[in-house]
């Protein structure tokens, strides 16, 4: 049965609407692999950098029930399991697999998954089947020329597919995958990454859009510089500001992002509790990162 949103705000600290929460959540990185290509991103297997995509470990489903006792243990207001990468978690099948785990150990944990949507639509009935109670979709543009800015390319079914075409795809996909999600129970949040230079104006048209499609709330995350967007500037202050307040004409906003690591435990922007849950070092370098 969906969660009532009023209580997710109190105990998802990701929903929360106002004051920060205190609740906190285990990232369970389960799903290395990714099926479209954002410029910004680089995903890495570190222990040192604090963002999306940075995991210290990639773990099998039959792991993460044991990683969430272990956090719970530690981090007693643990209220949330969720999986944000450290690529996307619908480019392989192991984050369903794991909810279904953790469905099963932990019914009473919040299940959240975060997603760049492409297979969202096909997904739809799995996702739901499995229990997963919120769901994170970035979307970065509605509008295919500035989306193909941003993402260079897609895999879809085997086919590489570039720019214009694959975004349309993309967008096609996220919004109709909204759709039967948000009818099927599952509280949807939107991510949006902030490139000022490239998405800075579109703002509120994607948060209107995806409202439309059955989004709860929306969460713009400035962006980092990196990979192919390195040279590109991050948004201001001011402007996050301004963005906030345009999308917030459509769409409740969530404003305490802490532009988590795909391996992150702990109360978001707070102690980090997953050098002692994630205790596997690997020295693979890959490139990419999940916003
Ligand atoms: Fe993780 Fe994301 Fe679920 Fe939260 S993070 S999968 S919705 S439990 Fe939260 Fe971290 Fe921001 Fe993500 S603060 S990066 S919004
Ligand atoms: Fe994939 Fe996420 Fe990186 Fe985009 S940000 S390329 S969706 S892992």
Do not use: W
Not at 59 to 77: D, M, S, T, Y
Not at 267 to 277: N, R, S, V
């Amino acid at each position: 049965m969906a969660i009532p949103f009023s209580e997710l705000t109190e105990r998802h600290p990701c929903f929360a609407i106002g004051q920060k929460s205190n609740k906190g959540r285990i990232h369970l990185p389960t799903s290395p692999t990714c099926n479209i290509e954002c410029k910004f991103c680089s995903r890495k297997i570190n222990d040192y950098e604090d963002r999306p995509g940075v995991s210290s470990t990639v773990i099998k489903p039959e792991e993460a029930v044991g990683a969430v006792k272990r956090a719970i243990e530690l981090c007693g207001n643990i209220t949330v399991a969720g999986i944000a990468g450290p690529g996307d978690t619908l480019a392989s099948p192991y984050a369903l697999e794991t909810f279904r785990l953790i469905k099963e150990a932990y019914p009473d944990i919040i299940k959240c998954m975060s997603t760049n949507g492409l297979l969202l639509s096909e997904k739809a009935g799995e996702i739901i089947d499995a229990g997963i109670d919120t769901l994170t979709v970035t979307v970065n543009a509605v509008d295919p020329e500035i989306e193909a800015k941003i993402n260079g390319r897609i895999l879809y079914h085997g086919e590489m597919i570039e720019g214009v075409e694959g975004a349309e795809i993309l967008i096609r996909n996220q919004l109709d995958g909204i759709a039967k999600v948000a009818e099927g129970g599952v509280t949807v949040k939107v991510n949006t990454v902030l490139v000022p230079e490239v998405n800075g104006d579109h703002v509120s048209e994607v948060a209107k859009t995806v409202k439309a499609a059955g989004a709860r709330i929306y969460n713009i995350i400035p962006m980092i510089p990196m990979n192919e967007f390195k040279n590109l500037r991050p948004p201001s202050c001011a402007e996050i500001d301004r963005t906030r307040a345009e999308a917030e004409r459509y769409i409740e906003v969530f404003r305490h992002c802490s532009r988590c690591r795909a391996d992150a435990v702990g109360t978001p922007g707070g102690k980090d509790y997953g050098k002692q849950i994630y205790l596997k070092r690997v020295e693979v370098q890959e490139t990419f990162s999940h916003g």
